[in-house]
């Protein structure tokens, strides 16, 4: 092959691959985390379980820097995060939402100041079906009427089973089964805010303990439906693209489409501090953070399914730690 044209067609592939991977960002551009001095100490983490394999992976990769550190993580779910770092129980506190009014009340009552939160990682929350469903897409008030009883969204009637849907074939008449979440989840909570206009789930939600627990049943149940993070996929399952309305166009989970918004179910992951104004945070802390958010620990977000964080965003994060 003319060595011209092969140098073509690999530069067109490149591009291919740039345009259509989901996963693909600009992290090469954030600055590299470069180690300090010995540092000893150490830290504990409590909340998020979709933030649970990112704080794992991050805290292993953290201690080949600094190999004295000692670390704990606890991920039971977002709503455990406040009260642990109300109590000072933890060091951070990943979150999949943001705080709520009372929970960033109760923690400046306690300490007279607010916490801080520090995006960490972008994430789209993903609706889940069979990876033998072959529904082509659904819009938000679809998803509403599936997984909730008040229909807030605006969709005229209750969605039971597949036909309902548009569905032909073999899954026409089963009923849909849906999986979601328990509510200590910020996932639960957030999903709830923004595919469910903030209704009420369905009494027959079958709850899970953490988002890869969701994303195995709808794998094992051919009707089924469930709710979680992108980088929970596996190859038992399909993502579904999502319209914002009705009539709308179904938009699939990508690193465009998640960082400019038009994914309907974008959102960040957060770390939440407790960082008093003016007063730096122990050393321990303040370089695992910037090592979160530095071009390796980028990088790993984007290996676990997730998009990293722009790096004009993450130069006006890092000044907040300081």
């Known amino acids: 092959m003319n060595i011209k044209i092969k140098k073509s067609l690999i530069s067109f592939y490149f591009l291919l691959i740039m345009m259509y991977s989901p996963f693909v960002s600009a992290q090469s551009e954030i600055a590299t985390y470069k180690k300090i001095d010995h540092i000893d100490g150490g830290f504990s983490s409590v909340g998020s379980d979709t933030l649970a394999n990112l704080m794992t992976l991050w805290s292993e990769q953290y201690k080949t820097f600094y190999p004295d550190v000692t670390i704990q993580i606890q991920a ?49 929350l993903s609706v889940y079906v069979n990876k033998n469903n072959p529904i ?22 209750a969605i039971k089973q597949w036909h309902d849907v548009g569905l032909i074939g073999s899954l026409r008449l089963k009923n849909i089964k849906v999986f979601g979440r328990n509510a200590v989840s910020g996932t639960y909570s957030y999903f709830r805010k923004k595919a469910l206009c903030k209704g009420k789930y369905k009494k027959n939600l079958s ?20 709710y979680s993070g992108i980088g929970y996929k596996t190859k038992g399952v399909r993502i579904v693209p999502l319209s914002k309305k009705k009539g709308g166009a179904y938009i699939v989970p990508t690193t465009q489409t998640i960082e400019s918004g038009s994914y309907p179910l974008s959102r960040f992951l957060y770390i939440y501090i407790n960082k008093k104004p003016s007063v ?32 004009v965003m993450i130069s006006k994060i890092l000044s907040k730690i300081q």
Do not use: H, W
Request: glycine content about 8%.
């Open 136 to 157: 082509s897409g659904l819009s938000i008030p679809q998803v509403d009427a599936i997984f909730s009883s008040t229909r807030n969204c605006g969709y005229p009637n």
């Open 207 to 226: 709850e899970q303990p953490g988002s890869a627990a969701v994303v195995q049943s709808v794998a094992a149940s051919i009707n089924g439906i469930g």
């Open 76 to 124: 039971a779910g977002s709503a455990t995060a406040p009260p642990a770092l109300i109590e000072s129980i933890a060091t951070f506190g990943p979150m999949s939402r943001k705080m709520k009014p009372n929970e960033i009340a109760e923690f400046e009552q306690q300490f007279g100041y607010k916490p801080l939160a520090i995006p960490v990682a972008i994430d789209a």
């Open 280 to 311: 730096a945070l122990p050393v321990v802390e303040q370089e695992f953070l910037k090592f979160v958010l530095s071009r390796q620990g980028q990088e790993i977000v984007v290996k676990d399914g997730y998009v990293a964080l722009p790096k």
